[in-house]
């Protein structure tokens, strides 16, 4: 079957490595928060997640996700919501990221040049900016739960997606660095 010249189905798709970097507050900045462990009683402060969850009735569960191969082809995005996600049981794992762009707009595409990849350890969860695009988590292990916050109905209604295959002829592998040995 032949498909018309410019079609997703006769796009080449690229794959891209992306390297995965340590999470850190500043460099996940412009995707949310990083939610580190603080001792109790810490006063409520600009460096903690800012959450949106006005907009529905708020969802905190716990999401049981199975493993699967370190590539992607589309990020999702919600826009009503900030998405808070941590790894049950203190287990690694990777997501990654591009920036919001255009949050109140479903037609809004992602910016390929504003993805990036983190490995997250098992101690710290992050709070997305509302939508931020996304994709994972992604971990090692045959499957990890995670605590999620959302709304409840964001798989329903508040799901929107960018296939970067079709839209710019890019699909991502997620690779590691690689350790510098002495």
Request: aromatic fraction near 8%; charged fraction near 20%; include cysteine.
């Amino acid at each position: 079957m032949s498909h018309p010249p410019g079609t997703a189905a006769s796009r080449h798709v690229e794959l891209i490595d992306l390297i995965v970097e340590p999470i850190s507050a500043a460099a996940f900045s412009p995707y949310g928060t990083l939610i580190e462990s603080a001792e109790d009683g810490k006063p409520f402060g600009p460096d903690e997640a800012q959450l949106d969850l006005a907009r529905g009735t708020p969802r905190f569960y716990v999401m049981r996700l199975h493993h699967r191969e370190l590539t992607f082809r589309h990020l999702t995005r919600h826009l009503s919501v900030t998405q808070c996600l941590a790894s049950v049981g203190g287990h690694p794992w990777l997501m990654a990221v591009a920036t919001p762009g255009d949050p109140d707009n479903p037609e809004a595409l992602a910016d390929p040049a504003s993805i990036r990849a983190f490995s997250i350890p098992g101690n710290v969860a992050v709070a997305m900016h509302r939508s931020t695009w996304h994709v994972g988590p992604f971990f090692e292990a045959e499957r990890v739960d995670f605590f999620n916050l959302e709304l409840a109905d964001t798989n329903l209604v508040d799901h929107h997606n960018c296939r970067l295959d079709e839209q710019f002829g890019r699909a991502y592998r997620l690779v590691l660095p690689t350790p510098v040995s002495a």
